[in-house]
């Protein structure tokens, strides 16, 4: 069973840094893809960052130069930095992944980690 866990969501004032995980387990061939999406109340989700299996990444104009897309391929895993977090930037944030796995190439979304940014 291919799945993904997020972590590293919670509470921060406003100019504050938060660093989201996510680590993709199970049977994986290889992972294409992966990227965090966010969704504020009463919003639609939206992509914030994504990043290519061979380090190519693009961000939303909102965060640019605020936060930071990595990855460990070799941990399976996906990386956020947040730094200087404003009130808008609450939401839920999910980590997704393109995988080539038993079945074909895939996507995955985690459960989603709540970000809330205070004024």
């Known amino acids: 069973q291919v799945q993904l866990v997020e972590s590293g969501g919670g509470l921060v004032q406003a100019g504050g840094s938060l660093r989201l995980s996510c680590t993709a387990s199970?049977?994986?061939?290889?992972?294409?893809?992966m990227g965090w999406y966010r969704q504020a109340p009463g919003k639609q989700r939206e992509l914030v960052a994504r990043?290519?299996?061979?380090?190519?990444?693009n961000y939303a104009d909102s965060v640019k130069g605020r936060f930071t897309i990595s990855r460990d391929n070799a941990k399976n895993t996906v990386y956020l930095q947040m730094n200087s977090l404003k009130p808008e930037d609450t939401a839920v944030y999910y980590c997704a992944a393109n995988m080539v796995v038993r079945s074909g190439v895939r996507d995955y979304w985690g459960q989603g980690t709540q970000v809330t940014v205070s004024s």
């Open positions: 199970g049977s994986i061939f290889s992972i294409l893809t």
């Open positions: 990043i290519t299996n061979t380090g190519s990444t």
